[in-house]
């Protein structure tokens, strides 16, 4: 399948910047490039069932091949929360996040932990394409580096054998979950 441009039901510049890495040599455009500031519900009990709700509303509302990711923070000894409330954790921003994960898990020796991510592209016609990806590794006992967003200061990847908050944006994004999604749904496509 031959795509020239993609909106991406996101205003995340990290999302997008991303997605322009790997779908090379295709227009990609935001939805605030289309003129959309709302949120979009994402009513559904998955990251797959986010990604979908996402990216169908802006290929229906512009009738525009569309591109949407819902991913999050699993961590195991929570069950695999925050999940699919990662961005809404703690009713904060990132740094209130990233303080509850750390209380929650004060004490507690099982620190495994994945990022997890679903992408999904919907054509104006309704029919829709996924990918998902993982990258695996444990919770830091505090922050460190200063790189990254989210949940990053706090995340130990073992494929990179160190932090993303101290891993480089090109290092990051070489293993990171939603790349892998994207890589997935490249070779689906």
Not at 61 to 66: H, Q, R, T, V
Not at 129 to 135: D, P, S
């Amino acid at each position: 399948m031959e795509l020239k441009k993609i909106a991406v039901a996101s205003g995340n510049e990290h999302k997008i910047d991303e997605i322009k890495s790997i779908f090379k040599g295709v227009e990609i455009i935001s939805m605030h490039e289309l003129g959309f500031d709302g949120d979009i519900p994402e009513t559904g009990v998955t990251f797959k069932e986010n990604a979908l709700l996402k990216a169908e509303f802006i290929a229906k509302k512009f009738n525009i091949p569309a591109l949407a990711d819902d991913s999050g923070l699993c961590v195991d000894a929570l069950d695999g929360a925050p999940g699919i409330y990662s961005a809404r954790f703690s009713g904060g921003g990132d740094s209130e996040n990233r303080k509850l994960l750390l209380k929650k898990l004060d004490g507690i020796e099982n620190r495994k932990a994945r990022f997890e991510s679903a992408v999904c592209l919907c054509l104006p016609d309704g029919k829709a394409f996924f990918g998902e990806g993982k990258v695996y590794g444990n919770i830091l006992k505090c922050e460190e580096g200063e790189n990254g967003f989210g949940y990053d200061s706090l995340f130990y990847c073992n494929d990179l054998k160190k932090g993303f908050g101290t891993a480089s944006p090109e290092e990051k994004n070489s293993v990171s979950h939603r790349y892998r999604a994207l890589c997935d749904l490249r070779e689906k496509l």
